[in-house]
Structures are given as C-alpha cells and as structure tokens.
C-alpha cells in the first residue's frame, strides 16, 4: 500500500477460511513495534469478539428495513406528485429519480445508527486490546500516529461525527486508551477473558 497512500491501516476481512488480518506495510514503517503490537491486539478483537458476523447480520436485516422503507417513501412520493410529474407508478421507469431521492433520504437516516454500531465494536476492539496488552502508553502512541498520518480531525464537531465518523474520534481513543485500566484496581476484564493466565508483563 505504500505505493499508493501514506495513510496507516489495518483491518480484518474474509470470511471463514479466507479469514485474515491486514496490516498495511505504511503501518509496519509508520508505527514503533509495540504499537504494531497493540494494533494487532485490536484487529484480533475484532476476530474474538465475531465483529464481522454479527455487523454481517445487522447489515442483512437492517437492509430488508431500508429497501421496505424506499419502497413506501417512493409510493408515497409517486402517489403525491405522480400526475404533476407525468409519472404512473413506481414500476414507471421514470419514477427512477423518486427511487434514487427515497434511497438517499434513508441512507441519511440510517447512516448514523450504522456509524453508531461501528463505533461501538471498535471501541469493544480498543477494550479488548488494552486488556490483553496492558499496554496504555503503546494504545495512546499508535492512535496519536493515526491522527498524525491519515490527518484525521481528532476532536469533530458532533454533527460530522454523527453523519461521517464509523470509529470514535481518535482524541477520544487517546483518552480511553491512557485512562482504562482496570487490572490495576484489581478489576475483571470485560472482553478479554484469557484461557491461560494473562502473560502481560506490566
Ligand atoms: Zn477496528
């Protein structure tokens, strides 16, 4: 990817066997090796805690929801204004720009429930990564990086991170990544929950 961008990324795609994380070579270059570590911890949160199935799943029924929305708004829309516009029914094919204006509205309203969803399992990634680290300083260092090389605003207005923003705002993580802690009260886990003992040397 460096080829491409200077951006840093890494993620997890595929499904079943074809399953796998993805780190960005900008990412191994960009990142000291302790954050590549916690980055790692994070993307293999996403692969314990089933993220891509259950958004799998919300996506499928949530799309039955949005197209049964379309189809009312576009009826309703056709029924409104159809003879003013010339247009006989919804299967008229020009009540096309009716359907695009419909699927854009719902997309509108959908789209900060769907930012909301993401946000919440990458904030569940960045619990599950600092538990199984114990690493706060590497969580704050590598997201600081992030904002640095992908020029990412860190603190956006609540608007454009309501309608744009599908991870928390990395000021945000950097401020959970320094504060949780919970081991050092003496405090369970709540993601990661170790079959052996925790090997997390701090
Ligand atoms: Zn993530």
Redesign the pocket.
């Known amino acids: 990817m460096s080829a491409k961008t200077k951006k840093i990324n890494?993620?997890?795609s595929g499904f079943g066997a074809s399953q796998r994380i993805v780190l960005w070579d900008t990412a191994l270059k960009g990142l000291k090796r302790d954050e590549i570590l916690f980055v790692m911890g994070?993307?293999m949160?996403?692969y314990v805690l089933g993220h891509m199935w259950k958004y799998l799943a919300v996506v499928s029924l949530g799309a039955f929801a949005a197209f049964w929305a379309c189809a009312q708004l576009a009826g309703a829309l056709v029924r409104r204004f159809g003879t003013q516009w010339g247009v006989e029914g919804v299967s008229d094919l020009a009540a096309m720009p009716a359907l695009f204006l419909s699927l854009t509205i719902v997309t509108l309203v959908t789209m900060p429930a769907m930012n909301a969803l993401s946000c919440r399992?990458?904030h569940e990634?960045d619990i599950y990564a600092l538990e199984l680290t114990h690493d706060n300083d590497a969580g704050a260092r590598s997201f600081l990086q992030l904002a640095t090389d992908n020029r990412s605003d860190p603190e956006p207005p609540t608007w454009v991170r309501v309608l744009l923003y599908d991870?928390p705002p990395l000021g945000e993580r950097i401020r959970f990544a320094l504060e949780y802690r919970p081991w050092e009260k003496g405090e369970p886990n709540q993601l990661y929950k170790p079959k052996a003992p925790n090997l997390a040397v701090n």
């Open positions: 890494a993620y997890v994070h993307e949160g996403h399992v990458e990634s991870h």
